[in-house]
T-cell receptor
C-alpha cells in the first residue's frame, strides 16, 4: 500500500520561507504532486516531480528524493493568500497504467502578518 | 487545464434516501475520479469512473453503496445510496489530462445527512 505523511500544521509570517515535508512509504509511483486547497475550495495543482531534484514554479518549488522517500514543497515570499491546506500526492505504479492519486495527510499553513 | 463543474453544490438529505451528484468536464478527458473529503481531512479516492464500463472501486467502497456512471468522456455521476449520517462529507470529482495527466478538481458537493 501507500502512505504519505505530512506535518498537520505549519505557521509562518508574511515574507518568510516555509518548507512543507512529505515522507512516504510506497511500493512505486510515477511522480509526486502538490496541491493547494483553500478553505471551502477545490484542490488546485501546484507542482509535479517526475524525477529526483528541484522543480521551480514562481514562488513555489518542489523537491523529490526517491532514495530518501522524501519530498517537500517550498514556498517563498509568503503572502497572506498562501494560507491554505497543502497536500502531497503520488500516482501509484500498480498493475499497469493508472492515473489515480493517493493523497498525503495534508498540512494546514497559517500565514501571519 | 480542464474546467469541472459539479451539481448540486450542497444538499441536506434524510437518512435512507439517495443522492446523485453530477460532474461535467469542459473537454474530453481520459480519466475521471470520485473522492470523499471529511472536513479538515485529506482526500480519499472512492473510485475511478471508466467510460463505458463498470467503475474501479478502492478498498472499502462498493458499487451498491456508491454506484457510478460515465456514459461519455465528459460526464460522470456518483450516487450515494441509502445514506446515513456517516456519509456526510464533501464529494469531489476530478479529471486527468495533459502530458503529465495532471488532475483537476471540481468545486465539490457538500452533503449533510440528518
Amino acid at each position: 500500500g501507500q502512505s504519505l505523511e505530512q506535518p498537520s500544521e505549519v505557521t509562518a509570517v508574511e515574507g518568510a520561507i516555509v518548507q512543507i515535508n512529505c515522507t512516504y512509504q510506497t511500493s512505486g509511483f510515477y511522480g509526486l504532486s502538490w496541491y493547494q486547497q483553500h478553505d471551502g475550495g477545490a484542490p488546485t495543482f501546484l507542482s509535479y516531480n517526475a524525477l529526483d531534484g528541484l522543480e521551480e514554479t514562481g514562488r513555489f518549488s518542489s523537491f523529490l528524493s526517491r532514495s530518501d522517500s522524501y519530498g517537500y514543497l517550498l514556498l517563498q515570499e509568503l503572502q497572506m493568500k498562501d494560507s491554505a491546506s497543502y497536500f502531497c500526492a503520488v500516482r501509484p505504479r500498480v498493475g499497469g497504467a493508472t492515473n489515480k492519486l493517493i493523497f498525503g495527510t495534508g498540512t494546514l499553513l497559517a500565514v501571519q502578518p | 487545464s480542464a474546467v469541472i463543474s459539479q451539481k448540486p453544490s450542497r444538499d441536506i438529505c434524510q437518512r435512507g434516501t439517495s443522492l446523485t451528484i453530477q460532474c461535467q468536464v469542459d473537454s474530453q478527458v481520459t480519466m475521471m475520479f470520485w473522492y470523499r473529503q471529511q472536513p479538515g481531512q485529506s482526500l480519499t479516492l472512492i473510485a475511478t469512473a471508466n467510460q463505458g464500463s463498470e467503475a474501479t472501486y478502492e478498498s472499502g467502497f462498493v458499487i451498491d453503496k456508491f454506484p457510478i456512471s460515465r456514459p461519455n468522456l465528459t460526464f460522470s455521476t456518483l450516487t450515494v445510496s441509502n445514506m446515513s449520517p456517516e456519509d456526510s462529507s464533501i464529494y469531489l470529482c476530478s479529471a486527468a489530462g495533459g502530458p503529465q495527466e495532471t488532475q483537476y478538481f471540481g468545486p465539490g458537493t457538500r452533503l449533510l445527512v440528518l
